[in-house]
């Protein structure tokens, strides 16, 4: 694991358009009961232009992101060795289907503990506007070569 990542941005992902149907599969598949997420016309009663997406449902915009780290040849991650740690969001307005969304990671920390590597990352998601969304905050390890 390159030390020297700290700090380090990626461009912005390409574009991620958020269908109705994945917020209605993500939905299910973390037990969202909401109307919000599965019912077009509760969300809109509610305000919102569509279907409300679950808080967690920015981990698949972020993916895009994440996938420029993994790829870097720089950062010398073995993808085998990783493991997710921790998992946190801070959002301006919820995801809702129809959004274009952009995701820009930035390596905000690398710490070594026990002989691996822990690595924090901060993933921005912005809507077409360049308004800001949420942000993903990651923290990943990393184990030491075998």
Do not use: K
Not at 13 to 28: L, T
Not at 74 to 96: K, M
């Amino acid at each position: 694991m390159n030390p020297d990542l700290a700090g380090r941005g990626y461009p912005p992902a390409p574009p991620y358009r958020v269908e109705r149907e994945r917020v209605r599969q993500f939905a299910d598949a973390v037990f969202s009961t909401s109307p919000l997420s599965h019912d077009v016309e509760a969300a809109r009663a509610a305000g919102y232009t569509d279907l409300v997406a679950p808080p967690t449902f920015a981990v698949v915009v972020q993916q895009g992101a994440w996938d420029q780290l993994m790829g870097d040849e720089d950062a010398g991650i073995e993808l085998s060795r990783v493991l997710h740690g921790e998992q946190r969001f801070t959002q301006t307005r919820p995801i809702v289907a129809g959004d274009e969304l952009t995701a820009a990671l930035t390596v905000t920390g690398i710490r070594s503990v026990g002989g691996n590597t822990m690595v924090t990352a901060e993933t921005v998601v912005s809507d077409a506007d360049g308004a800001h969304v949420v942000t993903a905050t990651s923290l990943l390890m990393v184990g030491a070569d075998a």
